[in-house]
């Protein structure tokens, strides 16, 4: 891969990345290794900020310290990108582009909080010029690496489509594909970007050009915006990965209502006949995981009527919730797709139940194969997949909303067949409350704000939410304090969510992702909750349910909108 569309084979890649010799070799001649350094840094942070990285950072305190390295790279960057000398070759756009939204969060948790300065000295119409903004086939690739989701740069996406529709469908995708989006200039690209790209997508006739590392964010993040017709892009995705497998090395295993037998080759029935075989398809589901929680006891009871296999990745399963199972099968991450289709074809399977879809690369590719003559998903992600070869979903009565909102046959099993069970080897922190009011007088001296606990995964803040909040805030009669408990909220992630909440609520509390007990200790110090919208909660109610918390939510015609009323 090179950068600067020059093979340099000879050059090793790095093992680490050190701020300093990384602020100096952007000022070099050699921007193959400054380029380098930065694709690894950055394939480092996707990993969780590797020990790999480095940097001297005398005299900053802790508190700011990630904004002061955050605004060292994001000023190396800068200086790399601004070079006239500086290009970007196939390889390395295509790599950088899967790595697009670290970027963006390094440039949004830095004091630039984006790089439209960069694109301003890259610009064809004279460098530092602000409008007219014009675009070639020198600074386009430039440009998509440095349009970021907190760009205050117009989008405009039919200019960019009719220049160069392959490279700009990358930015397209990387852009709705945020984990975070909770600024109003974030957010509302993605709500463009959904209302606009679907019907283009069919324009591209391969995956070649998108960012397959990322399409499974694209997929399931979807979810988390306000448009009514948020869902549209997963048809697109659908259709185009179906195509793309088919004219690959992978064919539909069942057809139909037969599973690929002959008349000729039908086995003979002796004994009493075998029960069917159900394939279950895993995302996430160690015994701490959310999934585990709503489905391990349905899953389980499945082996009275079924024999039970299941299909995940290694890393995803634990020794516990394979127990839940009567095969399970592990594949690798990097053969997954190829692994579990070859599962399935010799397993021969009846039904194919996803326990959800989205979460996983393989799991989105798999379900656009037929593997048997009934394939089913259930509610490990709260929305409709838009796949035609998913026949059902399987979801509990009360939790439906508008069956209008599904692609899928709804298929409607009783309110409680779907019980929940506490995260395994976790004992639970007993409710105790000091009721408010004897709390308030022993502090009679001044207010003591109603603690309003908002528990949420970081994909569910959004900037529409945040401002409900805040005029909540400013309508109540009595001080309240939004305390926010954040799954997945950790490094900079949790920099960039504070400092967009504390732009719209100052007097918040944001906390950084907390271990299960120590949730439910912090729930204790609570009044009440209030769920986050469109997407609402599951387990996060039951939560703080149980910790004996009242709550709030705002209902609507989707599934992840309706769960938790």
């Excluded at 690929?260 to 029960?275: C, N, R, S």
Aim: charged share 20%; proline share 6%; with cysteine.
């Amino acid at each position: 891969m090179a950068f600067v569309g020059i093979p340099v084979g000879h050059l090793p890649q790095p093992d680490n990345f050190n701020l300093e010799q990384f602020e100096y070799q952007v000022t070099q001649a050699d921007t193959e290794s400054a380029a380098r350094m930065l694709l690894f840094m950055l394939t480092q942070l996707d990993g969780q900020w590797g020990p790999q990285f480095s940097a001297y950072a005398p005299g900053v305190a802790d508190i700011g310290l990630n904004r002061q390295l955050c605004t060292r790279i994001a000023g190396a960057v800068t200086t790399l990108f601004s070079r006239q000398d500086f290009t970007v070759s196939d390889g390395g756009y295509v790599q950088l582009m899967d790595l697009h939204r670290w970027l963006a969060l390094i440039f949004a948790v830095s004091l630039y909080r984006h790089a439209d300065h960069i694109i301003r000295n890259i610009n064809a119409a004279g460098g530092g010029v602000v409008d007219p903004l014009t675009l070639n086939s020198h600074n386009l690739r430039l440009f998509c690496l440095c349009y970021f989701p907190d760009s205050q740069i117009a989008l405009q996406p039919d200019v960019l489509w009719q220049y160069d529709r392959r490279t700009v469908a990358r930015l397209f995708l990387a852009l709705i594909s945020g984990r975070t989006l909770p600024t109003s200039a974030a957010h509302g690209k993605r709500e463009q970007l959904l209302a606009w790209l679907p019907d283009r997508l069919a324009e591209l006739d391969s995956l070649d050009f998108l960012p397959t590392a990322v399409l499974h964010d694209v997929y399931m993040h979807c979810s988390y915006a306000d448009l009514t017709e948020k869902h549209r892009i997963k048809r697109s995705l659908n259709d185009l990965i179906r195509r793309s497998l088919l004219a690959g090395d992978f064919k539909d295993i069942a057809v139909g209502d037969n599973r690929g037998q002959t008349a000729t080759d039908a086995p003979e029935v002796q004994g009493p006949p075998k029960k069917p075989v159900m394939l279950v398809v895993l995302e996430w589901f160690t015994s701490q995981h959310s999934v585990y929680r709503t489905h391990s006891r349905a899953l389980a009871a499945l082996r009275g009527r079924f024999t039970v296999h299941a299909v995940g990745l290694t890393s995803a399963v634990d020794t516990v919730s394979r127990q839940v199972f009567d095969v399970f099968h592990e594949v690798d991450t990097a053969s997954a797709l190829q692994e579990a289709w070859a599962i399935a074809g010799k397993l021969r399977p009846d039904v194919v139940l996803y326990a959800g879809i989205g979460m996983f690369p393989f799991t989105i590719y798999l379900s656009n194969l037929r593997l048997a003559p009934l394939q089913l998903v259930g509610l490990g992600h709260g929305a409709s997949t838009f796949c035609g070869q998913i026949n059902g979903f399987v979801i509990e009565e009360d939790l439906v909303g508008e069956e209008s909102c599904f692609s899928e046959t709804v298929i409607r099993v009783p309110a409680d067949a779907m019980p929940f069970v506490p995260p395994a080897d976790v004992r639970r922190v007993p409710v105790t409350r000091t009721p408010f009011l004897t709390r308030q007088q022993a502090q009679w001296r001044e207010p003591l704000p109603v603690r309003v606990a908002v528990c949420a995964s970081v994909m569910k803040i959004n900037p529409n939410f945040l401002a409900t909040l805040a005029e909540i805030e400013r309508r109540s009669r009595v001080a309240v304090r939004f305390c926010f408990y954040m799954g997945f909220a950790q490094g900079l992630t949790l920099d960039y969510l504070r400092d967009a909440i504390h732009a719209v609520l100052p007097g918040a509390e944001v906390n950084a992702h907390m271990p299960v007990q120590a949730y439910q200790s912090a729930l204790n110090s609570c009044e009440l909750f209030v769920s986050p919208f469109p997407y609402g909660n599951m387990n996060g109610v039951v939560d703080a349910v149980r910790q004996g918390l009242p709550g709030v939510c705002l209902t609507g015609p989707e599934v992840h909108s309706h769960i938790d009323e």
